[in-house]
T-cell receptor, first 111, second 110 residues
Framework: RKEVEQDPGPFNVPEGATVAFNCTYS??????FFWYRQDCRKEPKLLMS???SGNEDGRFTAQLNRASQYISLLIRDSKLSDSATYLC????????????FGKGTRLSVIA | DAGVIQSPRHEVTEMGQEVTLRCKPI?????LFWYRQTMMRGLELLIY????????DSGMPEDRFSAKMPNASFSTLKIQPSEPRDSAVYFC????????FGEGSRLTVL
């Protein structure tokens, strides 16, 4: 089983739609979780951290389910500018240890 | 803040040639990571350093790959000899809580 698994997509959705991505991880000892965004031919950038209680940042909501070992990202009222690849990221221990990336889920928001 | 700076941005070379990729980390960030990204495998960690010391190089594909960090402001990733399957985007990243990536070096080996 891969460490971090995501549906590669692509998800093609109209503007204004709500879209959700899930991600599963294999290491039950994982401590920290993130979503990164990567635009075409650019570097990945942090979108948001994922907290145990769930967290929201504007139109974006992240949830963590430790029992089932999955993380989700919900995007409401999607915009054309949300088109990108969304990478699920997991860290085993806190601190400056490596982050393990999923392969990403591609989202295309269509006018 | 200039961010993580990588060079070259693009390199096209022939099989068998030596390739050297360079990274200047963000000042004050003590951890440096080299990742490789391909369509097939996604982002893979190659090696990382804490305070200039290599901690884990288990992701380095084989002996043709080597990385150094002689000081806190510079790191290199070398491939010798290069092969077509090394074609990928190589990212350098540093961490202070969040992981900050450079813009990447796109390598094509013919």
């Amino acid at each position: 089983r891969k460490e971090v698994e995501q549906d590669p997509g692509p998800f093609n959705v109209p503007e204004g739609a709500t879209v959700a991505f899930n991600c599963t991880y294999s290491n039950s000892a994982s401590q920290s979780f993130f979503w990164y965004r990567q635009d075409c031919r650019k570097e990945p950038k942090l979108l948001m951290s994922v907290y145990s209680s769930g967290n929201e940042d504007g139109r974006f909501t992240a949830q963590l389910n430790r029992a089932s070992q999955y993380i989700s990202l919900l995007i409401r009222d999607s915009k054309l500018s949300d088109s990108a690849t969304y990478l699920c990221v997991v860290e085993g221990l806190s601190g400056n240890t490596p982050l393990v990336f999923g392969k990403g889920t591609r989202l295309s928001v269509i006018a | 803040d200039a961010g993580v700076i990588q060079s070259p941005r693009h390199e096209v070379t022939e099989m068998g040639q030596e390739v050297t990729l360079r990274c200047k980390p963000i000042s004050g960030h003590n951890s440096l990571f080299w990742y490789r990204q391909t369509m097939m495998r996604g982002l893979e960690l190659l090696i990382y350093f804490n305070n200039n010391v290599p901690i884990d190089d288990s992701g380095m594909p084989e002996d043709r790959f080597s990385a150094k960090m002689p000081n806190a402001s510079f790191s290199t990733l070398k491939i010798q000899p290069s092969e077509p399957r090394d074609s990928a985007v190589y990212f350098c990243a540093t961490r202070a809580g969040e992981l900050f990536f450079g813009e990447g070096s796109r390598l094509t080996v013919l």
